[in-house]
């Protein structure tokens, strides 16, 4: 398969921090509304911190991952924690465990870019598959705004 020459401009690309960028709602997720409570806004904003100050230190990503996890357990979980749990998972070296977030939250919205970008990061840097990567990173491509 030939790799298009945007390829190596997406692999120096950063994981998508979306889930890591503060506190703001994400909105609806498949068409639905939904509101958010300020409970869940508090621990986006307080897991957010924990994972800027990450790279200082792994602990603070543990915290920002353990602080993240009660949200997964929500009744309907959101696709913005599921990802962002699998980016601190993915910064912890739990690759099996950061692949297994971001496939639950392609289960919510198949056609979400982020988990998709995140996963052919994944292929790409751990498991060393330009193949799925590639699929990844293109279908991230098709479903970015």
């Known amino acids: 398969m030939k790799y298009p020459s945007l390829l190596p401009a997406l692999l120096t690309l950063p994981l998508v921090l979306v889930a890591c960028g503060g506190g703001d709602d ?11 409570s300020p409970e869940v806004l508090a621990t986006r904003d307080l897991a ?4 800027a ?4 230190s792994v602990g603070k990503f543990q915290a920002a991952y353990e602080t993240m996890l009660p949200l997964a357990e929500a009744p309907s979980p959101e696709l913005f ?27 919510l919205d198949p056609d979400a870019p982020a988990p998709h970008f995140n996963l052919g990061k ?15 990173f293109e279908a991230a491509r098709r479903a970015a705004p």
């Open 53 to 56: 100050e990450g790279s200082t």
């Open 81 to 107: 924690d599921l990802n962002a749990i699998g980016i601190c998972a993915f910064a912890l070296k739990d690759y099996a465990g950061a692949k297994q977030w971001f496939e639950r939250a392609l289960q």
């Open 122 to 136: 994944l292929a790409f840097d751990v498991d060393i598959d330009p193949d799925a990567a590639l699929l990844h």
């Open 26 to 36: 994400p909105g609806p997720q498949n068409g639905s509304v939904q509101t958010t």
């Open 48 to 51: 957010a911190a924990l994972f």
